[in-house]
T-cell receptor, first 110, second 112 residues
Framework: DAKTTQPTSMDCAEGRAANLPCNHSTISGNEYVYWYRQIHSQGPQYIIHGLKNNETNEMASLIITEDRKSSTLILPHATLRDTAVYYCIVMGGSQGNLIFGKGTKLSVKP | EAQVTQNPRYLITVTGKKLTVTCSQNMNHEYMSWYRQDPGLGLRQIYYSMNVEVTDKGDVPEGYKVSRKEKRNFPLILESPSPNQTSLYFC???????????FGDGTRLSIL
């Protein structure tokens, strides 16, 4: 079973920031938070991951709370192409089996 | 361009006719895996490989075989396909187990 809880769906206006929350209250000390997205039926795409510190790359920012029980993925300027299902996944550093839950369906609207 | 390539992308076949879905990556990744995606069930791992000649079962391995004779290739074999293996299949690879995984574009199999 997925170890994370995400809202089923969210809307965001084009050009605005999209903030996608994720709860992972049972996360262990050696487990990372990963974010992937899947556009329609394409292969999932890796976005970002982190352990404790906030992370930023060219796609997004990841904010992890100090107690590590929740995190937020931020897409700073959402475009229509960001419409997808976003998955928050908790995984140990020595594991490889990504447990995909139901994710959040993000709809970016003009 | 770094990529994971799956073939075929689409296949309709009949029960019992052996088939192989190929997967190749050009990133020199050690870890490779196969997932299937079904409506309402999400993606589930079938098999994985940590390196050449090292493979292991995932969550739903029944009815599938894999091999890893070369680092770049990780074919998925259905010896005697059945209709319950109709699904969307994804191959993925990562530098090592636990790292970010790169996924292929998927193979849609229909077993009649």
């Amino acid at each position: 079973d997925a170890k994370t809880t995400q809202p089923t769906s969210m809307d965001c206006a084009e050009g605005r920031a999209a903030n996608l929350p994720c709860n992972h209250s049972t996360i262990s000390g050696n487990e990372y938070v990963y974010w992937y997205r899947q556009i329609h039926s394409q292969g999932p795409q890796y976005i970002i991951h982190g352990l404790k510190n906030n992370e930023t790359n060219e796609m997004a920012s990841l904010i992890i709370t100090e107690d590590r029980k929740s995190s937020t993925l931020i897409l700073p300027h959402a475009t229509l192409r960001d419409t997808a299902v976003y998955y928050c996944i908790v995984m140990g550093g020595s594991q490889g089996n990504l447990i995909f839950g139901k994710g959040t369906k993000l709809s970016v609207k003009p | 361009e770094a990529q994971v390539t799956q073939n075929p992308r689409y296949l309709i076949t009949v029960t019992g006719k052996k088939l192989t879905v190929t997967c190749s990556q050009n990133m020199n990744h050690e870890y490779m895996s196969w997932y299937r995606q079904d409506p309402g069930l999400g993606l589930r791992q079938i098999y994985y490989s940590m390196n050449v000649e090292v493979t292991d079962k995932g969550d739903v391995p029944e009815g599938y075989k894999v091999s890893r004779k070369e680092k770049r290739n990780f074919p998925l074999i259905l010896e005697s396909p059945s209709p319950n293996q109709t699904s969307l299949y994804f191959c993925a690879s990562s530098l090592s187990q636990g790292g970010p995984q790169h996924f292929g574009d998927g193979t849609r199999l229909s077993i009649l």
